[in-house]
């Protein structure tokens, strides 16, 4: 039996990493947000994402095919102004 192929970004089943993409809500509601801790669960099996993307799992969405510059082993830089991802703020200009 030969061993799996490597994943897309080298990255492995059950590795823990951050997601460095845009914040969005889902079709289904749930939100990926920018900066979560995610865990990468495999390969990506649609046929329009195989060897493209991976599929990840989300606290708060389940599982989403991601592109692999989507994710990063280092947590996301802090935003500018000391914001946080989801943050509620108020404009005054």
Do not use: M
């Amino acid at each position: 039996r030969e061993p799996a192929p490597p994943l897309p970004g080298g990255f492995a089943p059950g590795e823990q990493v951050y997601f460095t993409g845009t914040t969005d809500t889902l079709d289904t509601g749930e939100r990926v947000v920018h900066g979560q801790t995610v865990e990468v669960s495999g390969p990506a099996t649609q046929e329009r994402y195989v060897g493209q993307r991976l599929v990840v799992r989300f606290p708060d969405a389940g599982l989403v095919n991601i592109l692999p510059e989507e994710l990063s082993r280092e947590p996301a830089p802090p935003l500018l102004g000391g914001f946080a991802p989801g943050e509620q703020v108020y404009f005054l200009g």
